[in-house]
């Protein structure tokens, strides 16, 4: 058997795998902030918006999310005379990002609402704004906890990256199905894939594992 014929492509496709992750959790972790930040808003206009976006996004397939953006974004630009289309990249980072994100903005949502009450009438005592409040008091105590609960979306956002393959991005889904038309080896090619993904799931795990400990030594120095 040629081992060429199979690890070639899929490290490639692994490449681009890692790429997506990296883009769409980096992003899904920003968008998580601004819009689980924004539910807890005093300013009716950004928590309106957060709600809607969250919602919209929690509450489609993540699979019509990326379709809607490749396929149907393009079109509805046109009919308006604008250019939305974008590369495969973009649309599944946008996606992917949005959607972890709407579940992470749930979370720091939670976490925010959390912080014992006695902190906010402290720092209402200390004479701080809404946003010393959010920075100082509530921000450090949160994320540590919200930690835990990023690391499961983190992993489930990799696992989540195989639906690329549908719009012809070179994923490791994506070489992995190439190969299997080309060999109609089903059994081995699919067998690698799930080693490759369980291998950067426990590395994925790993990383958020150390972030955890670092977030927690600083929540300890801040104590």
């Known amino acids: 058997m040629d081992w060429n ?3 070639t492509p899929l490290l490639q496709g692994a490449w681009v795998t890692v790429q997506l992750t990296v ?11 601004v819009f689980g930040i924004g539910k807890l808003s005093g ?7 957060s709600i809607c976006f969250v919602e919209i996004f929690r509450g489609t397939s993540l699979l019509v999310q990326l379709f809607w953006l490749f396929f149907a974004l393009p079109l509805l630009g046109q009919a308006l005379g604008l ?6 990249l973009v649309a599944g980072t946008l996606a992917l990002g949005f959607n ?4 992470g903005a749930e979370v720091v949502r939670g976490a925010l609402q959390a912080v014992p009450r006695s902190q906010f009438e402290a720092a209402k005592a200390l004479d701080f704004t809404p946003r010393q409040t959010l920075r100082f008091i ?18 489930q956002n ?11 991005l070179g994923d490791m889904a994506f070489r992995a199905e190439q190969i299997r038309n080309y060999t109609q080896d089903s059994t081995t090619v699919y067998t690698i894939l799930l080693f490759m993904y369980f291998g950067m799931a426990l590395i994925l795990t790993g990383i ?12 300890a120095g801040r104590a």
């Open 5 to 7: 014929i199979y690890l």
């Open 23 to 33: 883009y769409s959790t980096i992003l899904g972790a920003i968008t998580a902030f």
């Open 43 to 49: 300013n009716w206009l950004y928590r309106g918006f």
């Open 83 to 88: 250019d939305f289309r974008m590369a495969p």
């Open 100 to 103: 972890i994100g709407a579940y």
């Open 138 to 155: 509530s921000l450090p105590q949160a994320i540590p906890e919200m930690m835990p609960s990023f690391g499961n979306l983190a992993v």
């Open 158 to 168: 990799l696992k989540d990256t195989a639906l690329v393959s549908l719009i012809s």
């Open 208 to 219: 958020m594992k150390l972030l955890e400990r670092s977030v927690g030594r600083w929540r």
